[in-house]
């Protein structure tokens, strides 16, 4: 297959699998196998386009013109590829995730379910791989509609009220700003392509770009940053497969994806270091970073804490990009990477004890270490890479990250990072620290009923922990695709 | 008999219609209707090709060359409304059979498609015919049928409704017919392409300005922009689903059409726009209606009423996008009256599919309904997509070109209408999401009798079929869009 038809079956392929698994519903072990082996092939396929683009090709997929001049199409480039991988990678050992925890958790509607899974990662290779903002929008919001059964899965009210807040906020700022700025950046470039250097520059003046740039910034609802952050923590009503692979990479790594790409094809670098809205929102970022890392601290429930801890780590990555130099945006490209590895690991082990324990708050999860050793294992090194500390693969973006801020000159920024990893290390190191060393609460009935997580659910933590150690001592393909992005 | 093509438009359904009411029996006029609804909409297309092809078609009614005799005057413009009628009634006549024989008494069945087929005449008449007066004509045919068929409406309700259209249809009409009659006055012609000639000779006229004047309110009572429209909330509602879904797509989009031909054919859009400053009363107008109407249908609890509230608001983006005076808004406009008549043809279809099921559109019946009916609710769901406007629906499409027009005007003012039509786009969410949550969250309130089942497939494929056109056409809009594109520029007297 050439590397256009690759792009192209990358995106339909979890699409028709997706109608594979709604007409397998019957046949439970089928339709997981159909799941699990697209998957694996998805990413087979991803992998290899690596090749092509080291060899500086861009291969382009055009499908159909929608209206003259904005046509629906593809094209692979770096930035893009390195988050197909990620994604792609962590679908299949999300996939064996969630067949042991949906079945172990004894979930109903599991093929409605694994369907519109497999359509959400339809949506995120089309958006790693959309040729133009038009392109990219469509996938955009096919992702927001197809999680929005996944979020409210249980149909009980609470899940019902948490749709409410997802769909209000993640349409509100698309239709809202990222659909006007892109119409408006349509109407000054007269193009939507994303364009090495960006299609904006000598369009219009600096102070018309910034108000877009904050159009765009705050359109990406989905990248979380405050005061548009609501429906992340809102989402954790799901079952934790969903948490894991769509509201820890997806979904939310979709929205910071768009405003890296923004950055760096439609402003371009040189034209983005010199809005001054692009400082001001730098800081906005800096404030999620510390307030998300703040309310994490005063969250008892896991995943309720997990959630904020996203959001801050999320910034870290807005932040990277409105840097606007080679250094920001290659930390931003890798940390999309290394927090996914990290931030799955994490919901992966939440999920372990809420299937094996039946716990979810961190006040009760004392001397749970004991008997399941390999989850909170899990846990505390993928702690490890969102601290940002060796021997994980989430030192490498926060030193690329800080190397950006230097180089900006905003030695604050640097600080705000500084002080951000330093609570991280307070509010995610609590949890195994009391698992393994703290006595289990008294009214626990802990007995013999608790062991160890469904083996598929281990295979997948150790995986994707393996996987960020395995990161730090060799950031390499990651590191060289992002080089690719900034030369 | 190509040649006459443009007056069998006409003739074909005009005769149909007594035809219908002759044979005295449900089925056979069905089937009248239906070969006259698919035979009218195969003409529609001959005519838009040849059109496309060698230009506006002139055609002189019954050898009587204009301006004593009638012409029928068929360009992009027109030809691109036809094709919307009478598509919606291909789609729409073979839905009401099983609808309408469950909502209407056997007996009067045939008279029912008589009327539907007058009016869909009615219809296809104001868009061919190139004489103002034979507009009146034809809108006289086309309303007085919509009385009745309104009035057909299974509740009581909807004799006062129907009754409530008919004086205020005939208080627009008669402003219609005092305006033409005063151009008739000033210039001794009733042809539009006379006319357009020969009132800009006359240059400003005072009796022309008052004429401008009452076609203005009169056509604006026909297509219920702000606050003409308290007509059209009571009509939607309790005429019959069949209805609802013709008149919803087609009526109103017809009265757009005159307001297009009477203000940038027959007075010229300098005229109409810098003279009468026009778009100083219709795009406040509009920008009012999109936003109250919008709020208005938040608080309904009868779906059927809600769509007709949110139906009055996007007139208002019709209005919006030719009150711009610009291609790109015209563009719009044009581009919304095809697309509008999809999504709340569809919409008011998968109503009809509840109301023939549960027998009621309020919320609270539809609580649970998903379960029951997925294929129908499925259905409100997508045509739902396509109202908020999201990428690959034409809801999408007609957002894109509306907001591109307020983009390319300058004006602070400019950007309240851009802030407006987002915000109105998200209070379609809530609206649309008030029932998809009623359908999907809710538990079904306990059944009495035979428990309900999934709508027929006889209703179930023509609703489909439009729900589908609406991704269609919002996927490859090339087509709708340079068709559209091609009628603003020949309105506005630029060469293609």
């Given at each position: ?487 | ?116 087929i007058l009016c869909l005449t009615g219809l296809l008449g104001i868009t061919v015919t190139g004489d103002v007066f034979n507009v009146f004509v034809f809108l006289e045919v086309s309303s007085l049928s919509a009385y009745a068929l309104i009035g057909l409406g299974q509740d009581r309700r909807a004799l006062t409704a129907a009754y409530q259209y008919l ?79 013709f008149i919803a797509s087609t009526a109103t989009k017809v009265a757009v059409y005159m307001l297009l031909r009477f203000f940038f054919t027959v007075f010229g859009w300098a005229f109409s726009f810098d003279v009468m400053q026009l778009d100083l009363v219709l795009l406040p107008l509009a920008l009012i209606a999109i936003f109250s109407m919008s709020l208005v249908a938040i608080f309904q609890t009868n779906v059927k009423r809600m769509l007709a509230y949110s139906s009055v608001a996007q007139i208002g983006y019709i209005i919006l996008g030719i009150s711009m005076a610009s291609v790109t808004g015209l563009t719009a406009g044009i581009l919304h009256l095809f697309n509008h008549a999809m999504i709340k043809g ?151």
């Amino acid at each position: 297959m050439s590397p256009e038809v690759i792009a192209a079956v990358a995106v339909g392929l979890p699409l028709v699998s997706a109608f594979a698994i709604l007409a397998l519903g019957k046949w439970p072990n089928v339709r997981d196998a159909v799941g699990i082996g697209t998957a694996g092939v998805l990413f087979t396929l991803v992998l290899r386009l690596v090749g092509p683009i080291k060899d500086g090709l861009r291969p382009e997929y055009p499908i159909l013109e929608v209206l003259p001049g904005v046509s629906l199409g593809l094209k692979v480039e770096p930035l893009g590829l390195l988050f197909a991988l990620v994604a792609s990678f962590l679908w299949i050992v999300t996939a064996l995730y969630a067949v042991g925890y949906m079945r172990g958790h004894h979930e109903k509607n599991q093929t409605r379910f694994f369907a519109f899974f497999a359509i959400a990662i339809s949506a995120a290779m089309g958006v790693a791989f959309s040729a133009n903002l038009f392109t990219l929008f469509a996938f955009y919001e096919m992702i927001t509609l197809c999680t929005f059964p996944l979020v409210t899965h249980h149909g009980t009210p609470e899940a019902k009220k948490a749709g409410r807040v997802y769909l209000g906020i993640l349409l509100t700022t698309s239709i809202g700003f990222q659909l006007l700025a892109i119409i408006w950046t349509w109407q000054l470039a007269g193009t939507l392509d994303f364009r090495e250097g960006g299609i904006l520059a000598g369009t219009a003046s600096n102070g018309v770009l910034s108000v877009l740039l904050i159009l765009f910034v705050f359109g990406a609802g989905k990248a979380a940053v405050m005061p548009f952050h609501r429906w992340l923590p809102a989402a954790m009503v799901a079952p934790t497969p969903v948490s894991a692979l769509l509201h820890a990479v997806a979904v939310v790594k979709v929205g910071v994806f768009t405003i890296l790409k923004v950055s760096v094809y439609v402003f371009g670098l040189d034209l983005l270091g010199t809005l001054a809205s692009a400082t001001w929102l730098a800081w906005v970022a800096a404030t999620t970073i510390i307030l998300g890392s703040l309310v994490a601290f005063t969250k008892d429930n896991l995943k309720a804490r997990l959630a904020y801890s996203t959001i801050s780590q999320l910034s870290y990555i807005v932040l990277g990009a409105l840097l606007a130099n080679e250094w920001g945006i290659i930390g931003g490209g890798m940390h999309i990477a290394m927090h996914a590895f990290g931030k799955i690991t994490l919901f992966f082990a939440a999920g372990a004890v809420l299937v094996a324990a039946h716990e979810k708050d961190i006040s009760r999860m004392g001397g749970l270490g004991r008997t399941m050793p390999i989850t909170f294992g899990a846990f505390f090194i993928g702690s490890l890479s969102i601290i940002g500390l060796p021997p994980a693969g989430g030192a490498w973006s926060k030193w690329f990250l800080g190397m950006g801020t230097l180089e900006a000159g905003q030695i604050g920024l640097l600080v705000v990072l500084m002080v951000s990893s330093l609570l991280s290390l307070v509010y995610l190191l609590e949890v195994p620290v009391r698992a393994f060393f703290s006595a289990p609460p008294e009214d626990a009935h802990r007995g013999e009923g608790i062991h160890e997580a469904p083996r598929l659910m281990l295979i997948a933590m150790t995986v994707t922990a393996l996987a960020t150690l395995g990161l730090f001592l060799n950031p390499g393909p990651f590191y060289e695709l992002m080089r690719l992005v900034v030369n | 008999m190509t040649v006459h093509l443009p007056v069998l438009q006409v003739v074909i359904p005009l005769l149909a219609a007594p035809l219908c009411a002759l044979v005295r029996h449900g089925r056979i006029a069905w089937g009248i209707a239906l070969a006259t609804s698919w035979a009218s909409f195969w003409i529609a297309v001959q005519l838009l090709r040849r059109v496309q092809a060698e230009g506006p078609i002139s055609y002189a009614l019954g050898g009587w060359a204009a301006p004593i005799g009638i012409e029928y005057r068929i360009d992009l413009v027109n030809a691109f409304v036809l094709i919307i009628v009478t598509a919606i009634g291909a789609v729409v006549i073979p839905y009401a059979l099983k609808s309408v024989e469950q909502e209407i008494d056997a007996a009067k069945i045939p008279l029912f498609y008589a009327a539907f087929i007058l009016c869909l005449t009615g219809l296809l008449g104001i868009t061919v015919t190139g004489d103002v007066f034979n507009v009146f004509v034809f809108l006289e045919v086309s309303s007085l049928s919509a009385y009745a068929l309104i009035g057909l409406g299974q509740d009581r309700r909807a004799l006062t409704a129907a009754y409530q259209y008919l004086i205020l249809g005939s208080i627009g009409a008669t402003f219609i017919v005092i305006g033409i009659g005063m151009m008739y006055v000033m210039t001794g012609t009733l042809n539009m392409m006379d006319l357009s000639v020969l009132l800009a000779e006359l240059g400003p006229n005072r009796t022309i300005a008052v004429a401008f004047g009452f076609l203005t309110v009169g056509i604006s009572l026909k297509l219920a922009l702000f606050p003409l429209h308290s007509w059209l909330p009571n009509a939607y509602t309790y005429a019959p689903s069949a209805v609802t879904a013709f008149i919803a797509s087609t009526a109103t989009k017809v009265a757009v059409y005159m307001l297009l031909r009477f203000f940038f054919t027959v007075f010229g859009w300098a005229f109409s726009f810098d003279v009468m400053q026009l778009d100083l009363v219709l795009l406040p107008l509009a920008l009012i209606a999109i936003f109250s109407m919008s709020l208005v249908a938040i608080f309904q609890t009868n779906v059927k009423r809600m769509l007709a509230y949110s139906s009055v608001a996007q007139i208002g983006y019709i209005i919006l996008g030719i009150s711009m005076a610009s291609v790109t808004g015209l563009t719009a406009g044009i581009l919304h009256l095809f697309n509008h008549a999809m999504i709340k043809g569809a919409l008011f279809m998968v109503l009809g599919c509840v109301m023939y099921r549960v027998g009621s559109v309020e919320i609270e019946a539809m609580r649970g309904l998903a379960k029951k009916m997925p294929w129908t609710m499925a259905a409100f769901v997508a045509g739902g997509f396509s109202l908020i406007g999201l990428p690959f629906t034409v809801g999408f499409i007609s957002k894109w070109y509306l907001i591109l027009g307020a983009l390319e005007r300058d004006g602070w003012q400019w950007w309240l209408v851009v802030g407006l039509v987002l915000t109105t786009s998200l209070m379609a969410v809530v609206y649309i999401w008030r029932v998809v949550e009623a359908a999907y969250f809710q538990d079904a309130p306990d059944e009495v009798g035979e428990p309900i089942r999934e709508a027929p497939l006889a209703m179930l494929i023509p609703t489909w079929t439009l729900i589908l056109a609406n991704f269609y056409f919002g996927i490859d809009a090339t087509f709708t869009s340079e068709v559209a594109g091609s009628a603003a520029r020949a309105l506005m007297g630029i060469a293609p």
